[in-house]
């Protein structure tokens, strides 16, 4: 959609800021494979497979989103919760924006922190929830870093960022009412963050999220019968960066 593009391309990529900027990291710990809830059910040793490699590409991508959450921040378009960096100062700021992501009480920057949900079928972190001052309403960003090659070949975001972006827009228009107009996923290239891609969803998807709440309890119901849990990837190639059961799936073939 032509205005949601041209919203990424000032906010974003074409917006400066003197800032220096500051980075933090944070997981994601979305599961909407089938054989990921399964795994995660059962808490089968995801930590034992977290190797160098995968530890470093989750790095990146959290300081990636922390650039962009920031930039965001300085423009006054991000929504959520805060707390002044000043330590001495150190005031907390619910469900709001903030102008230039500063502290009202004593102009430092503050920091912000992602929306996090504790759902029975969605337990994750929001990106990013941003104004839109020309369509006067919110959009739920799913951001992931894509080298590339991969932003220019792929046609379709993968499902599970659709629907952690919609998991997220239904849950925060149901329970914050706020006024959601649409999810996007962002994929940003790496080195550089051009090119991008990016795919716009009007609504809040809840016809999405009710699907993947039903997924959850169906997994739990083949589990509870001893029935075959089938995955979204096909080979080692489609394993995400970001799951960490490519070796349960797929064994030595996974590197
Ligand atoms: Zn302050």
Redesign the pocket.
Known sequence: MDTVDSFITSSLMEYESEDAGRHFSFGSSFNPCPRQVMYGSVGNGAKAKLTFYKRYRKSIIGVIRKVVQRTWARQGLLWGDWR?A?LK???TYQNSRLEGGI?I????P?QYSEKIFDDPGFRGRCDAIVFHPGMDGYLIFKLKSRNTNVILRVEEPYPSDVCHASACATLLAREKWLRVIGRVVLWVGTPKPVPYKHWYYPGIGDEVYEDFLQRVQEVSGKMARGEEIKGFCYTAEDVPYNCPYGKNCFGEDFV
């Not at 009480?105 to 430092?108: A, K, L, V, Y």
């Open positions: 002044c000043d100062c150190g005031v502290c009480r004593c102009g430092s503050a």
